[in-house]
């Protein structure tokens, strides 16, 4: 695994500084490239050694990125209040330029995002779908439900109340950007509208759709909806004693399940 490097984009209107990391990028360019999108808190720091196990169970290289806002990367300014489209700009903008910077070229990576993460994946893949080798989304969102909004409203409780601002601190320039950028525009009530699964039909990749049965964000039907609807492939695991977070719940399980699902996909492809 290398250093931390920054990659500078322009974004609505002004220079942005993302945090990357890439992990074995001593491999051979043949070798599948897995882009790592977290979750709607997450960061590089966040996912730990998690990205360096699937690249080596599958053989692959890795960039780990911090969105805007996040991490190492630019905060939001105090005044950039995301709107209802956040994640359509993450995956249409904010991804064409990170790649774009990054000099990828025609390289096809695998998309590997959690929650939000998964959510921008869908996005990326459904709007550019000859530029995608594949996506492992682990408890995307497709539509916003009931119990993830209630859930989301605890977060903003503890956020005023206990110590979880330092926490978050520990892997944010400022928690107050990551933490308030995600948590206002899920709590937005224009939001509660906000659905991307007609926009599922254009993906032509194959998907691996992870979900813990236990997942307090969401329930199953966010991914069993994917499956009918995407113009390629779809697998769906489907974890016991797992919540949201498969890859720190079930970690093996996972690794096992992304690394196979890369490997046959790749043979199957001519």
Request: glycine share 8%.
């Amino acid at each position: 695994m290398s250093g931390i490097d920054f990659a500078t984009i322009d974004w609505r209107g002004r220079p942005i500084r993302i945090e990357c990391q890439w992990i074995t990028p001593e491999r051979s360019a043949d070798t599948p490239l897995i882009v790592f999108l977290h979750e709607g808190l997450g960061s590089v720091a966040m996912w730990k050694d998690f990205p360096a196990q699937v690249c080596e169970a599958a053989g692959a290289r890795g960039l780990v990125f911090s969105r805007p806002g996040y991490g190492r990367s630019t905060p939001r300014a105090e005044d950039e209040i995301w709107d209802v489209d956040f994640m359509h700009r993450q995956a249409h903008e904010v991804l064409p330029a990170l790649f774009a910077a990054l000099k990828l070229g025609d390289e096809k990576p695998w998309l590997f995002g959690h929650s939000d993460g998964g959510s921008i994946s869908l996005l990326y893949a459904a709007r550019f779908p000859g530029k995608v080798a594949g996506l492992v989304v682990l408890a995307p969102h497709l539509f916003v439900e009931d119990k993830t909004v209630a859930n989301i409203e605890i977060a903003r409780t503890a956020y005023r109340t206990t110590d979880l601002p330092a926490k978050l601190g520990r892997y944010h320039d400022s928690a107050d950007s990551a933490f308030w950028g995600w948590n206002r525009i899920w709590l937005h009530p224009p939001f509660r509208d906000w659905n991307i699964e007609a926009e599922l039909a254009t993906i032509r990749c194959p998907v691996l759709a992870v979900q813990g049965i236990d997942d307090e964000y969401g329930t199953l039907a966010q991914i069993r909806d994917i499956a009918p609807r995407v113009g390629g492939t779809c697998e769906l695991l489907e974890i016991p004693e797992c919540g949201h977070s498969p890859h720190r719940d079930q970690p093996d399980r996972v690794i096992v399940a992304t690394a196979s699902f890369i490997t046959n996909n790749r043979r199957q492809t001519p």
